[in-house]
């Protein structure tokens, strides 16, 4: 996670936590690490080189989410908030030497003997079933699953924004240059409702200006709209701009709020 993106949260933060619309992938079971068990609830599986990791959740995977910056990698599984995840590694030769684990207020790996328990019943490039089983002292887990090996390349639900985002593209164009202005009166007239509520909060609480300066500093100026798409009232829009100097580009959350657009959040790809 980039330092834009936690500022943003944590400063603006984003209006809508989408939900998953698609089937979930066969899986199930039970996990536990550090005193933290859960239930299996979705499962997805991808290629990292020469490895298909299968990535087991304890909540269905927010799959319009992933698929914003165009792409399905392990960034994905830690931007959902509230996760927490199994990821089997597993080699060209059906093998497995490591496993990773979150528990939603950590992780680790765990690699060597415990590759014993996964027992594969197909993979193919177009999928992988088997199950997994592991006991010790702290840690149990016992899952099967069946799933789809996705690309790597998502198609983001919606259509196309028109060249330079249109109306939508206006608006992140205006939030960011507000944020960067350092001018509340700007900063407000250009937030939803909700958010303009918050910021009259912070002012009446003197933290106001100490935030404003905050978000300026981990804003990047944004230059220009390359793309995005539109779905309904939430927007994700293509960007490129400069961070200290430096270029950068990245995504824009958008969400559209009685009729006009606002700036829910952004987060740079490099």
Same mark, same amino acid.
């Given at each position: 996670?980039n330092?834009s993106?936690?500022?943003?949260?944590v400063l603006?933060?984003?209006?809508?936590?989408a939900?998953?619309?698609?089937a979930?992938a066969?899986?199930?079971g039970?996990?536990?690490?550090?005193?933290a068990p859960w239930?299996?609830?979705?499962?997805i599986?991808?290629?990292?080189d020469d490895?298909?990791?299968?990535?087991?959740?304890?909540?269905?995977?927010d799959?319009?989410?992933f698929a914003?910056?165009g792409?399905l990698?392990?960034?994905?599984?830690?931007?959902?908030?509230n996760?927490k995840?199994?990821?089997?590694?597993?080699k060209?030769?059906?093998t497995?030497?490591?496993?990773?684990?979150?528990?939603g207020s950590?992780?680790g790996?765990?690699?060597g003997s +415990? *590759?014993? &328990?996964l027992k594969l019943? $197909?993979r193919?490039?177009?999928g992988? @079933?088997?199950s997994f089983k592991?006991?010790?002292?702290?840690?149990?887990?016992?899952v099967?699953?069946?799933?789809?090996v996705?690309s790597k390349?998502?198609?983001?639900?919606?259509?196309?924004v028109? +060249? *330079?985002? &249109?109306?939508?593209?206006? $608006?992140l164009?205006?939030?960011?240059? @507000?944020?960067?202005?350092g001018d509340?009166?700007r900063v407000?007239?250009?937030?939803?409702p909700?958010r303009v509520?918050?910021?009259?909060e912070?002012e009446?609480s003197?933290e106001?200006?100490?935030?404003l300066e905050?978000?300026?500093?981990?804003t990047?100026v944004?230059?220009?709209?390359?793309?995005g798409?539109?779905?309904?009232?939430?927007a994700?829009l293509?960007?490129?701009?400069?961070d200290e100097?430096k270029?950068?580009?990245g995504?824009?959350?958008m969400k559209?709020?009685?009729g006009k657009w606002?700036?829910?959040?952004?987060?740079t790809?490099?």
């Amino acid at each position: 996670m980039n330092r834009s993106t936690i500022a943003l949260r944590v400063l603006v933060p984003a209006l809508l936590v989408a939900s998953a619309s698609v089937a979930y992938a066969k899986a199930s079971g039970n996990v536990k690490f550090r005193d933290a068990p859960w239930n299996v609830a979705d499962a997805i599986a991808f290629t990292d080189d020469d490895e298909t990791h299968v990535v087991l959740g304890s909540a269905p995977f927010d799959r319009k989410a992933f698929a914003e910056d165009g792409k399905l990698d392990s960034f994905d599984f830690m931007r959902q908030d509230n996760l927490k995840t199994l990821t089997l590694k597993i080699k060209a030769d059906g093998t497995m030497s490591c496993f990773d684990f979150s528990t939603g207020s950590g992780g680790g790996s765990n690699c060597g003997s +415990a *590759g014993d &328990g996964l027992k594969l019943t $197909a993979r193919t490039p177009q999928g992988v @079933a088997g199950s997994f089983k592991l006991k010790s002292s702290d840690e149990e887990v016992d899952v099967h699953f069946d799933v789809k090996v996705e690309s790597k390349t998502l198609a983001r639900a919606g259509t196309a924004v028109p +060249a *330079g985002g &249109g109306e939508i593209g206006k $608006a992140l164009m205006d939030g960011n240059a @507000a944020i960067r202005s350092g001018d509340l009166k700007r900063v407000k007239a250009a937030s939803p409702p909700d958010r303009v509520a918050a910021i009259e909060e912070s002012e009446k609480s003197g933290e106001a200006k100490d935030m404003l300066e905050m978000m300026k500093m981990m804003t990047p100026v944004i230059t220009k709209v390359t793309g995005g798409n539109v779905d309904g009232d939430d927007a994700t829009l293509d960007w490129t701009g400069t961070d200290e100097g430096k270029p950068v580009k990245g995504t824009a959350k958008m969400k559209r709020v009685s009729g006009k657009w606002y700036m829910a959040g952004i987060s740079t790809s490099n």
